[in-house]
């Protein structure tokens, strides 16, 4: 239980070019999903928190208008990377929490598969 | 949340148990300790959680002391499947999940 899909797996683009991301839950509803990135031997660092119907909340030097995310159902979050350029090659991996045991623990995370994304 | 201290890399072989422990000195009374695998160009994925004395499940054990300032990961008998990243993460109803460093664990034949 508490899967989550992540496509594109990875994705090569222009310099300029629009990128998204999808990110669903296959078993469960995501009322917060969460968005990282990685750099190569890098920990992740959380770029922003999605709540359904909301906007997002973004972390401190995260670009909010070029990091469009989407969070419009309990099972769907999209990041859309705008205007993409080389520096913004990266792993980006999403996620969602969840309760393992009602009523007993603290929420943990699940993870996509991540999307590599290439800016040539 | 409570920030975590964890060795930045760490060596074993095969066969051997692996320990990897988390510093976690400022942890809130209501905090759990949550622990995550990570392999190369993969999310990470959930292995273990607790919040006292130890826990056990099918691929490890986390041991908490009585004063909860740290937590220890154990692995059993280690393979080269297991070379990989190891997080911990430490707070409850997270409404963030900020990652520290995390460890390395190179396993050799």
């Known amino acids: 239980g508490a899967v989550v899909s992540q496509h594109p797996s990875w994705v090569i683009c222009k310099s300029g070019t629009s990128v998204k991301i999808e990110c669903r839950s296959l078993?469960?509803?995501?009322?917060?999903m969460f968005w990282y990135r990685q750099f190569p031997k890098q920990s992740l660092m959380l770029m922003a928190t999605?709540?359904?119907?909301?906007?997002?909340?973004?972390e401190q030097g995260v670009e909010k208008d070029k990091f469009l995310i989407n969070h419009a159902s309990l099972t769907l979050s999209t990041l859309t990377v705008t205007s993409a350029h080389p520096e913004d090659s990266s792993f980006y991996i999403c996620?969602?929490?969840?309760?393992?045991?009602?009523?007993?623990?603290?929420?943990?995370?699940?993870f996509g598969a991540g999307s590599r994304l290439t800016v040539l | 949340l409570a920030k975590t201290t964890q060795p930045i890399s760490m060596d074993s072989y095969e066969g051997q148990e692996v320990n990897i422990t988390c510093s976690h000195n400022n942890i809130a009374t209501n905090d759990y300790i949550t622990w995550y695998q990570q392999f190369p160009s993969q999310g990470p994925r959930f292995i273990i959680q607790g919040y006292k004395t130890k826990v056990t499940n099918e691929v490890a054990s986390l041991f908490i002391p009585a004063d909860r300032k740290s937590s220890t990961l154990s692995l059993p008998r280690v393979s080269l499947s297991d070379t990989a990243v190891y997080y911990c993460l430490v707070g409850v109803d997270f409404n963030k999940f900020y990652f520290g460093s995390g460890t390395k664990l190179n396993v050799k034949p």
């Open positions: 996620s969602a929490s969840y309760r393992r045991e009602i009523l007993v623990g603290a929420n943990v995370l699940t």
């Open positions: 078993d469960f509803q995501a009322t917060t």
């Open positions: 999605s709540n359904e119907g909301s906007k997002a909340t973004y």
